[in-house]
């Protein structure tokens, strides 16, 4: 699969999880679609890992699934990480 095809995969798992995860991110729509494109590559790597086979090709049902779970995984940690930092206010 080509760079494009991973960017576009990565922005709509990216959307797909944000879908399925409704929050206030902070950074807004646009980092949860670039976390999307990571989180598609975390999780071909992951599932490359686990399962012997990553993401195979665009319209494969298995790199859609594989894709959006690293999404997933990656909102979380972020939302994690992210979202403990305080707003000093006085």
Do not use: C, H
């Amino acid at each position: 699969m080509g760079i494009l095809g991973w960017i576009v995969l990565g922005l709509v798992a990216g959307a797909i999880a944000k879908l399925i995860m409704p929050g206030n991110d902070p950074g807004g729509f646009i980092v949860t679609m670039l976390l999307g494109i990571v989180g598609a590559v975390i999780g071909g790597f992951i599932g490359s890992r686990i399962f012997g086979r990553g993401l195979e090709t665009f319209w494969n049902l298995q790199t859609w699934i594989v894709a959006i779970i690293g999404s997933l995984i990656l909102l979380i940690i972020y939302r994690l990480a992210v979202g403990r930092r305080g707003v000093w206010r006085y």
